[in-house]
């Protein structure tokens, strides 16, 4: 019998905020990443060389240049 340890595939969950009904994206993948990225900031601060970074969109790798928002952005202000 193996070991829940010794496999190479497992599951990582977490409960998504119930506040983030409203959704960003129209593509199921795309929205689904940048809601498990919106959790994930709530948590913790991603950082580069010890200073802190201001994550707000992603891209996949198999895109080039199309980056997709975590957060709604705000009406630009005159």
């Known amino acids: 019998m193996t070991e829940p ?3 190479p595939e497992y599951v990582w ?4 905020s119930v506040d983030d009904e409203e959704s960003l994206h129209t593509d ?3 929205e689904m990443v940048r809601r498990e990225l ?3 900031l709530g948590c913790v601060v991603l950082t580069e060389h010890g200073r802190d970074l201001k994550v707000t969109g992603f891209r996949f790798l198999d895109e080039s240049g199309a980056e997709h928002d975590i957060h709604e952005r705000l009406p630009e202000q005159p």
């Open 13 to 16: 969950r977490f409960k998504l």
């Open 28 to 30: 199921a993948l795309t």
């Open 38 to 40: 919106k959790a994930l």
């Open 5 to 7: 340890h010794d496999s």
